[in-house]
């Protein structure tokens, strides 16, 4: 069995969870759920970042403990990714003891190896986003990132060589054109490398100005830096200086899934670390690209965050998964609208899916009392090729992430079962007394959704196997081995329709 390990990002607690953050996660559950239906051992990790100033002050401003506002942020992220059928594996805390052992540990053997050092620091730093900047960094003064007021500083700190290390990310970015995808985030960091020299990165934080933070292990006055503390949940989340065979088993990350606003910390910092601690980086960072709404990211500050809660009650998760997964390739930007929700969840799930789904068991029903059985081998010649295009391309396709093209061949074979239907006219069949041409009709259409139910498993958990007990068949039948056509029965019992539309604006 060959492994695979899979991370999202660790989600800052500093509000509720948005659009966003789902994307990210159903992204990584359609993969890890996908592994597993090739039978591969998957390790997914997903949790929460909670250190720094940021979240100190907004536990402030409501008026609670720091850890409780804390817990309380974390369990809306649990609520929703049970919600959305996000099957992680590991859900870790960036205030966990194992953690912040192991991000101490990391400090101190990296200064003992002389790659963190003490030195002054003079620059500008912006509250909000914890980042301190250099004057020739600040954009006509002001934070780079978000745009704010700056305060000028002058201090001492502890730093982290990147400039040692930045020949060797040339070399092993220019060595591994797959390690950064897609190819335009590749682009972007091997141009920013071969046109800027690192400046080495401040790990630590003054307890004056940042108090919520893991202790610096060897020097009492300070923190240490966020990003620094947050990505090595990577390598503590499997074991890392705990459980060696455990790491060993896991490391190197197969995919490190993030949106593209934390490329640099995760294409630059973060394999430059692990290089200065001797490990291998990951074999894959995938950027992902945001979803707009009116042609700006979403985010708390700019109070155009949808709330992935209520678009549950309304599509359901499935639908939302749906939504999310077909309506643009990923990689790339999207706009987030309710027209363009509905007509997806109205024309593809409601009346292609739901419509094929419903009227094949309607029709087993009322013709052969739900039960049909038989040697049926030969697949209708007007879809097999669907099926066999399905064969040939949904593994490859799924390797490289082209959800939406997945989707698409995928829709063309629930398409050509709807024109089937039409085609063949089963009313007339049995107004005939045609029974074996219209039990052959009907089994083939039922082994038909019975594979497609097994492709669309990853991307809709909850209906893939809702198909397979309206099939009468068990869920452990959902695995990629069983997505060819056998012979075989069918005692089916029809549920509802899978999907109702919506009308509402
Ligand atoms: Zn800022």
Same mark, same amino acid.
């Given at each position: 069995?060959?492994?695979?390990?899979?991370?999202?990002?660790?989600?800052?607690?500093?509000?509720?969870?948005?659009?966003?953050?789902?994307?990210?996660?159903?992204?990584?559950?359609?993969?890890?759920?996908?592994?597993?239906?090739?039978?591969?051992?998957?390790?997914?990790?997903?949790?929460?970042?909670?250190?720094?100033?940021?979240?100190?002050?907004?536990?402030?401003?409501?008026?609670?403990?720091?850890?409780?506002?804390?817990?309380?942020?974390? +369990?809306?992220?649990?609520?929703? #990714?049970?919600?959305?059928? @996000?099957? *992680?594996?590991?859900? =870790?805390?960036?205030? %966990? $003891?194992?953690?912040?052992?192991?991000?101490?540990?990391?400090?101190?053997?990296?200064?003992?190896?002389?790659?963190?050092?003490?030195?002054?620091?003079?620059?500008?730093?912006?509250?909000?986003?914890?980042?301190?900047?250099?004057?020739?960094?600040?954009?006509?003064?002001?934070?780079?990132?978000?745009?704010?007021?700056?305060?000028?500083?002058?201090?001492?700190?502890?730093?982290?060589?990147?400039?040692?290390?930045?020949?060797?990310?040339?070399?092993?970015?220019?060595?591994?054109?797959?390690?950064?995808?897609?190819?335009?985030?590749?682009?972007?960091?091997?141009?920013?490398?071969?046109?800027?020299?690192?400046?080495?990165?401040?790990?630590?934080?003054?307890?004056?100005?940042?108090?919520?933070?893991?202790?610096?292990?060897?020097?009492? +006055?300070?923190?240490?830096?966020? #990003?620094?503390?947050?990505? @090595?949940? *990577?390598?503590?989340? =499997?074991?890392?200086? %705990? $459980?060696?065979?455990?790491f060993n088993k896991w490391w190197p990350a197969d995919i490190h899934l993030i949106g593209k606003d934390i490329l640099r910390q995760h294409a630059i910092f973060w394999p430059i670390m692990l290089k200065a601690l001797n490990l291998q980086p990951p074999a894959m960072i995938f950027a992902h690209g945001w979803w707009k709404v009116g042609e700006e990211k979403m985010s708390k500050s700019r109070g155009n965050i949808v709330n992935p809660e209520e678009l549950i009650k309304t599509i359901g998760a499935d639908g939302l998964r749906y939504f999310l997964l077909r309506e643009i390739p990923l990689g790339m930007d999207g706009n987030f609208s309710w027209l363009a929700i509905k007509n997806r969840f109205n024309s593809d799930l409601a009346n292609d899916l739901g419509n094929l789904v419903y009227r094949t068991l309607s029709m087993v029903e009322k013709y052969f009392e739900c039960f049909i059985s038989g040697n049926f081998e030969k697949i209708p010649d007007s879809f097999k090729e669907c099926l066999d295009n399905l064969q040939k391309n949904y593994v490859p396709l799924m390797e490289s992430l082209d959800f939406s093209s997945v989707l698409e061949e995928i829709w063309q074979l629930v398409n050509t079962m709807n024109k089937f239907i039409e085609d063949t006219k089963p009313w007339l069949l049995w107004k005939e007394n045609k029974v074996e041409d219209l039990k052959w009709f009907l089994f083939s259409l039922l082994e038909g959704i019975r594979i497609m139910s097994i492709y669309i498993y990853p991307f809709m958990p909850q209906t893939s196997i809702e198909i397979m007990n309206q099939l009468g068949r068990d869920d452990k039948e959902i695995t990629l081995k069983k997505a060819i056509w056998q012979k075989g029965s069918f005692k089916i019992t029809k549920g509802k329709p899978l999907f109702s539309r919506i009308d509402a604006d």
């Amino acid at each position: 069995m060959s492994k695979f390990y899979i991370t999202t990002p660790l989600y800052y607690v500093n509000s509720s969870p948005h659009i966003g953050h789902a994307y990210t996660n159903i992204i990584g559950d359609c993969v890890a759920r996908f592994k597993r239906l090739k039978n591969e051992e998957v390790f997914f990790l997903t949790g929460t970042d909670e250190h720094g100033e940021k979240i100190k002050l907004t536990a402030d401003e409501c008026n609670e403990d720091t850890l409780y506002f804390i817990d309380r942020v974390v +369990n809306s992220f649990k609520e929703l #990714w049970n919600k959305l059928n @996000i099957s *992680y594996d590991f859900f =870790i805390r960036t205030t %966990q $003891d194992f953690h912040i052992r192991v991000v101490q540990e990391v400090i101190r053997y990296l200064f003992e190896q002389e790659d963190i050092y003490k030195s002054n620091y003079q620059g500008f730093y912006c509250i909000p986003c914890e980042s301190l900047w250099t004057e020739a960094q600040l954009d006509n003064g002001l934070c780079p990132e978000c745009k704010r007021k700056v305060e000028e500083i002058v201090e001492e700190n502890y730093f982290f060589r990147l400039s040692k290390y930045q020949d060797w990310l040339k070399r092993y970015l220019k060595d591994n054109p797959n390690f950064i995808k897609p190819k335009i985030r590749y682009n972007e960091v091997l141009g920013f490398l071969e046109n800027n020299d690192l400046d080495d990165l401040c790990v630590s934080r003054p307890k004056k100005r940042v108090s919520w933070g893991i202790d610096f292990p060897i020097d009492d +006055n300070f923190v240490v830096y966020v #990003w620094f503390d947050a990505l @090595i949940n *990577y390598i503590s989340g =499997i074991g890392f200086n %705990q $459980d060696k065979d455990k790491f060993n088993k896991w490391w190197p990350a197969d995919i490190h899934l993030i949106g593209k606003d934390i490329l640099r910390q995760h294409a630059i910092f973060w394999p430059i670390m692990l290089k200065a601690l001797n490990l291998q980086p990951p074999a894959m960072i995938f950027a992902h690209g945001w979803w707009k709404v009116g042609e700006e990211k979403m985010s708390k500050s700019r109070g155009n965050i949808v709330n992935p809660e209520e678009l549950i009650k309304t599509i359901g998760a499935d639908g939302l998964r749906y939504f999310l997964l077909r309506e643009i390739p990923l990689g790339m930007d999207g706009n987030f609208s309710w027209l363009a929700i509905k007509n997806r969840f109205n024309s593809d799930l409601a009346n292609d899916l739901g419509n094929l789904v419903y009227r094949t068991l309607s029709m087993v029903e009322k013709y052969f009392e739900c039960f049909i059985s038989g040697n049926f081998e030969k697949i209708p010649d007007s879809f097999k090729e669907c099926l066999d295009n399905l064969q040939k391309n949904y593994v490859p396709l799924m390797e490289s992430l082209d959800f939406s093209s997945v989707l698409e061949e995928i829709w063309q074979l629930v398409n050509t079962m709807n024109k089937f239907i039409e085609d063949t006219k089963p009313w007339l069949l049995w107004k005939e007394n045609k029974v074996e041409d219209l039990k052959w009709f009907l089994f083939s259409l039922l082994e038909g959704i019975r594979i497609m139910s097994i492709y669309i498993y990853p991307f809709m958990p909850q209906t893939s196997i809702e198909i397979m007990n309206q099939l009468g068949r068990d869920d452990k039948e959902i695995t990629l081995k069983k997505a060819i056509w056998q012979k075989g029965s069918f005692k089916i019992t029809k549920g509802k329709p899978l999907f109702s539309r919506i009308d509402a604006d």
